[in-house]
C-alpha cells in the first residue's frame, strides 16, 4: 500500500525557469510535509516543510503548497540554478517519528 | 558542530552473514532513527530510538534489530543477510523526535552476494 507517490521520476528544467514538483498521498491522517533534497554520496537534507493548517510557505526561492482536498503536495523552485540539481523526496508524518518517504524525483536543470 | 557520522560507509557482505552498523548523531541529538533505501522504493522506516528505548517500528523482519547507547549512539544489525538487504542505510537523527526535521548522515552501502 503506497500511501505517497511522486509519479514523476525525473524531470529537467531550463536554467531560470520555474520547477514544479508533485507529490500525491492517501493518508489523510498525514499532519506535518517535508520536502528533502539528496545529492549522490550523500543523505538527504532537509529543504522545507508545512504544517496541515498552512497551505503555503516560503523561504527564499523555495515554495511548498498543499491542497488538502486533492491530497497534493507541490514544490515549487524558482529561479532554478544548476546546483539545484539533485533528487528530491516529498516526506509526510502525523506527530511521530516516522516518517513515510515518496520515491523521489530527479531534477536536472540544464544551463 | 559535527554532523550525524555512519560507519562504516561501504560493506560487503555474502548471504547468511551478518552486519552491524553505526550511528553517531548530532551533539545534544537524543532521537536516533534508521532508514532503508533502495532503488525504485524510496526511504523506507526500519525504527526509531530515544533515550535507549525503541519507541517506533517500521515494517521490517526480526532480522534487522537496533538498540541505542547511553552516549545516543546508536547500531542495526541485520543477520541472516539476504541478498535483498543490499540498500543504503540512513542514520538521522534531531534533538527530541516529533515534527522536527531529520539531519541524515551520509549512509552506508551494504552490498550482499
Known amino acids: 500500500d503506497q500511501q505517497v507517490k511522486q509519479n514523476s521520476p525525473s524531470l529537467s528544467v531550463q536554467e531560470g525557469r520555474i520547477s514544479i514538483l508533485n507529490c500525491d498521498y492517501t493518508n489523510s491522517m498525514f499532519d506535518y510535509f517535508l520536502w528533502y533534497k539528496k545529492y549522490p554520496a550523500e543523505g538527504p537534507t532537509f529543504l522545507i516543510s508545512i504544517s496541515s493548517i498552512k497551505d503555503k510557505n516560503e523561504d527564499g526561492r523555495f515554495t511548498v503548497f498543499l491542497n488538502k482536498s486533492a491530497k497534493h503536495l507541490s514544490l515549487h523552485i524558482v529561479p532554478s540554478q544548476p546546483g539545484d540539481s539533485a533528487v528530491y523526496f516529498c516526506?509526510?508524518?502525523?506527530?511521530?517519528?516516522?516518517?513515510?518517504f515518496g520515491t523521489g524525483t530527479r531534477l536536472t536543470i540544464i544551463p | 558542530k559535527a554532523g550525524v557520522t555512519q560507519t562504516p560507509r561501504y560493506l560487503i557482505k555474502t548471504r547468511g552473514q551478518q552486519v552491524t552498523l553505526s550511528c553517531s548523531p548530532i551533539?545534544?541529538?537524543?532521537?536516533v532513527s534508521w532508514y532503508q533505501q533502495t532503488p525504485g522504493q524510496g526511504l523506507q522506516f526500519l525504527f526509531e530510538y530515544f533515550s535507549e528505548t525503541q519507541r517506533n517500528k517500521g515494517n521490517f523482519p526480526g532480522r534487522f534489530s537496533g538498540r541505542q547507547f547511553s552516549n545516543s549512539r546508536s547500531e542495526m544489525n541485520v543477520s541472516t543477510l539476504e541478498l535483498g538487504d543490499s540498500a543504503l542505510y540512513l542514520c538521522a537523527s534531531n534533538y527530541e523526535g516529533g515534527n522536527s526535521p531529520l539531519h541524515f548522515g551520509n549512509g552506508t552501502r551494504l552490498t550482499v552476494t
Open positions: 516526506a509526510f508524518n502525523f506527530g511521530n517519528e516516522k516518517l513515510t
Open positions: 551533539s545534544g541529538h537524543r532521537s
